[in-house]
């Protein structure tokens, strides 16, 4: 069964650095790419960051680049995402999800991104 | 970035009624959408991809359409389930942007 399992969300204060881990397993973790989108209380959903699983291309939402970085280790499975400088507005549930990607060959080539498995969230509180 | 407008932000329906919700791209983003559920403390869950591909084990009720600006999810007959959130992503261009949801409400 493929599973993802988020961990490391807490409490943490306006400035302070925090490092959530997505588990995989029951999939070759290695050849997908992995994103992580988030939920503030009561909002709509955020796309935050995206992976590939070679590392080589990684992406950021506007409102957290320069302060998340997104990384994985293949050989444990597990993804990251390393928050640092953290705000009130980054309050929110944070979930990891694998990516599905699929060719067309319209229109000279290109891929779609599907979000086809998630994790179950882990929530972030930035506070004082 | 690419904006993703949703509505109705949300609807009052019936078991067995038809439903369609719709998202409108701020630019061309070809069939590069998909459609997400969500129910209140649960994650996502995908059902709809390239706008009109439906997601193995997602019933058939679902269905999604269109391509460039504006498209369509329908549920055809509405099931005691499917009362959730549902929200339009596009994966044409980074970052990638969710649509703000609708509400599905008895």
């Known amino acids: 069964e493929v599973q993802l399992l988020e961990s490391g969300g807490g409490l943490v204060q306006p400035g302070g650095s925090l490092r959530l881990s997505c588990a995989a397993s029951?999939?070759?973790?290695?050849?997908?790419?992995m994103t992580w989108v988030r939920q503030s209380p009561g909002k709509e959903l955020e796309w935050v960051s995206i992976?590939?699983?070679?590392?080589?291309?990684?992406f950021y939402a506007d409102s957290v680049k320069g302060r998340f970085t997104i990384s994985r280790d293949n050989p444990k499975s597990t993804l990251y995402l390393q928050m640092n400088s953290l705000r009130a507005e980054d309050t929110a549930v944070y979930y990891c999800?694998?990516?599905?990607?699929?060719?067309?060959?319209?229109?000279?080539?290109?891929?779609?991104?599907?979000?086809?498995?998630w994790g179950r969230g882990t929530m972030v509180t930035v506070s004082s | 970035a690419i904006q993703m407008t949703q509505s109705p932000s949300s609807l009052s329906a019936s078991i067995g009624d038809r439903v369609t919700i719709t998202c409108r791209a701020s630019?061309?983003?070809?069939?590069?959408l998909g459609w997400y559920q969500q129910k209140p403390g649960k994650a996502p869950k995908l059902l709809i991809y390239?706008?009109?591909s439906l997601q193995s084990g997602v019933p058939s009720r679902f269905s999604g359409s269109g391509s460039g600006t504006d498209f369509t999810l329908t549920v055809s007959s509405l099931q005691p389930e499917d009362f959730a959130t549902y929200y339009c992503?596009?994966?044409?261009?980074?970052?990638?942007?969710f649509g703000q949801g609708t509400k599905v409400e008895i």
């Open positions: 999800a694998k990516v599905a990607t699929y060719h067309y060959s319209e229109s000279g080539g290109y891929y779609i991104d599907a979000f086809d498995v």
């Open positions: 029951g999939f070759s973790f290695v050849s997908h790419t």
């Open positions: 992976i590939t699983g070679s590392s080589g291309t990684i």
């Open positions: 630019q061309d983003i070809r069939n590069e």
């Open positions: 390239a706008a009109s």
């Open positions: 992503l596009q994966d044409y261009s980074f970052p990638y942007t």
